[in-house]
């Protein structure tokens, strides 16, 4: 079966670290791979996708992933962490089933 | 309006009443979603409408049921719902495919049932 595992269900970094989110997920056919970004009170957005061009992804606010295929990973990072990046972080994955299959969830915590 | 919105924002009814949740796209999307999030687990995708036709509803119990009146709307019906049904309720759109294009998210409504 796919599914979509999130190391940690809460991540704490200090403001100015590096920051690093694991995915890893089970696939059978190619995936496309997803990182949404949740705010509080808000809904989810996009910060950045794979569909399978380049390994390395960038997206928005200076986050990148880097799909790696042998690992079966499509970790987040950030080089230096703002307070502005707490939030909750949701890796998904394309599903044979026509739909996508959602990790539970990294809260990234950032202290002063 | 610019995105997707959902009203109410907030809900609070009893097992017995019955309610509905809006949503509506503004970005001229052909798909649209229903889903559940509750805390520590993934997104449960409820329901999907392509071209206002309905084309997924994964075992969501017959409690809950949605309405897609035009490419623009979705409604969530809700009756005699359960405590453990209290979740936020988040509606999404996308252009197209679900599994390739970019999913935009509301807000979400935050349902309590007592």
């Known amino acids: 079966a796919q599914s979509v595992t999130q190391l940690g269900s809460h991540v704490s970094v200090s403001e100015g670290a590096l920051v690093l989110l694991r995915c890893n997920y089970s696939s059978s056919v190619p995936p496309y791979l997803f990182w949404y970004v949740q705010y509080p009170n808000q809904g989810l957005q996009l910060l950045l996708k794979?569909?399978?061009?380049a390994t390395l992804v960038k997206g928005i606010n200076g986050f990148e992933a880097e799909f790696k295929k042998s690992e079966t990973s499509f970790h987040l990072t950030k080089p230096s962490a703002h307070m502005s990046d707490a939030a909750e972080y949701f890796c998904?994955?394309?599903?044979?089933?026509?739909?996508?299959?959602w990790g539970a969830g990294t809260k990234l915590i950032i202290k002063p | 309006e610019t995105g997707v919105t959902q009203t109410p924002r907030h809900l609070v009814m009893g097992m017995t009443n019955k309610k509905s949740l809006k949503c509506e796209q503004h970005?001229?999307?052909?798909?649209m979603y229903w889903y559940k999030q509750s805390a520590k687990k993934p997104l449960e995708l409820m329901f999907v409408?392509?071209?206002?036709?309905?084309?997924e509803n994964n075992s969501v119990p017959s409690r809950f049921s949605p309405e897609c009146p035009n490419s623009s709307h979705l409604f969530l019906h809700l009756h005699t719902l359960q405590p453990e049904d209290s979740a936020l309720y988040l509606c999404a759109s996308s252009q197209g495919s679900p599994i390739t294009d970019t999913q935009y998210f509301g807000p979400g409504t935050r349902l309590t049932v007592l």
């Open positions: 998904a994955v394309s599903g044979s089933n026509y739909q996508l299959i």
């Open positions: 970005l001229g999307h052909n798909a």
């Open positions: 409408y392509n071209f206002k036709e309905q084309t």
């Open positions: 794979y569909t399978s061009a």
